[in-house]
């Protein structure tokens, strides 16, 4: 599973730049209805991600920043790097000793993702919307492996003994959103997203909300 979806995160890497350098003279249009120079590659280009935090009985931080090309049109491919850190009270209780156990973790990955803006059938502050359907493969370390006749019960009803296993689980996000200019270059975006995937190994809950920011190049 972890090759796989190192695979196809590479692979999403280079789509990206043999689309930048084959078509960086190509002339694209433009989220606005202004007359513009033409497009080059790095005018395509912009940067940004976003921060989330959350707090309660998990605590969590995540950092994403990402890459993002307009392609033709108005779609948008996209690439995320991720980190999270995440403590989760009382997730495990020792039947043994009668007692619950947190545990903590930092989760690595990444994402691809396309993106395509309403702004070739709407003029207006409509045009801003924007669909989006997203791939992202996350991998951490667990302090416990899963073990039907363990002594260890997990939230997810599942028994472990101690020891040391690595969680990789998959995500297939669908959604939309609205960007929010703040100058020339500079937007914000606010995302609602579905995970089709989700599972108690998921750090994630439907919806997630996700709000971020790009900065074009």
Request: without cysteine; aromatic residues 18%; neutral net charge.
């Amino acid at each position: 599973m972890k090759k796989t979806a190192v695979k196809l995160i590479l692979a999403g890497f280079f789509i990206l730049i043999y689309i930048g350098t084959s078509s960086a003279q190509d002339t694209i249009p433009s989220l606005s209805s202004k007359p513009r120079r033409q497009d080059t590659f790095w005018k395509r280009v912009s940067v940004g991600g976003n921060l989330g935090f959350q707090f309660g009985s998990v605590t969590g931080i995540t950092v994403a920043p990402e890459v993002q090309i307009r392609v033709v049109d108005q779609l948008h491919f996209g690439m995320r790097f991720i980190y999270q850190y995440f403590n989760s009270k009382n997730y495990f209780y020792d039947t043994k000793n009668e007692v619950y156990m947190s545990y903590q973790a930092n989760v690595f990955g990444g994402g691809i993702y396309m993106r395509y803006y309403l702004s070739s059938l709407f003029d207006n502050f409509l045009g801003n919307l924007f669909a989006h359907v997203e791939y992202e493969y996350l991998a951490y370390k667990r302090p416990f492996v899963q073990d039907d006749n363990g002594s260890i019960l997990g939230a997810d009803n599942l028994y472990y003994h101690s020891g040391s296993d690595v969680v990789e689980f998959n995500s297939i996000f669908v959604g939309g959103g609205y960007r929010q200019p703040i100058s020339n270059r500079v937007s914000m975006d606010f995302l609602i997203l579905f995970n089709l995937n989700d599972s108690y190994n998921s750090p994630y809950s439907n919806p997630l909300i996700r709000l971020g920011i790009g900065v074009g190049l």
